[in-house]
Nanobody
Framework: QVQLVESGGGLVQAGGSLRLSCAAS????????MGWFRQAPGKEREFVAA????????YYADSVKGRFTISRDRAKNTVYLEMNGIQPEDTADYYC????????????????????WGQGTQVTVSS
């Protein structure tokens, strides 16, 4: 198993930036493809970004492409979500998740393929 703890959320003005972090502990970090998801009030949880086990492949939701960047640091067992040009519609609870089933270069956008989840960090964007 792996334990995930998100941090870095907060209140930010529209157009600003935030960097979310997700620290992983437990089983070897390289064993997991990682993803970020978000859930806005009254809405379903949705995919934001994913990164492969190797770190060489990434994938983004259309709504964040060009604004958000996912990365991972093997030495720190941490995955990041760099958020730039944040907009009010980005307001949500952000969750990182670990997928143990991907091949080395694979990513997934599907919630049910992520077996482990953090508790989330809240991002609120003021206009």
């Amino acid at each position: 198993q792996v334990q995930l703890v998100e941090s870095g959320g907060g209140l930010v003005q529209a157009g600003g930036s935030l960097r979310l972090s997700c620290a992983a502990s437990g089983r070897t970090f390289i064993s997991y493809a990682m993803g970020w998801f978000r859930q806005a009030p009254g809405k379903e949880r949705e995919f934001v970004a994913a990164i492969s086990r190797s770190g060489g492949s990434t994938y983004y939701a259309d709504s964040v492409k060009g604004r958000f960047t996912i990365s991972r640091d093997r030495a720190k067992n941490t995955v990041y979500l760099e958020m730039n040009g944040i907009q009010p519609e980005d307001t949500a609870d952000y969750y990182c998740a670990a997928d143990p089933t991907r091949p080395l270069a694979g990513v997934s956008t599907l919630l049910h393929e992520y077996h482990y989840w953090g508790q989330g960090t809240q991002v609120t964007v003021s206009s």
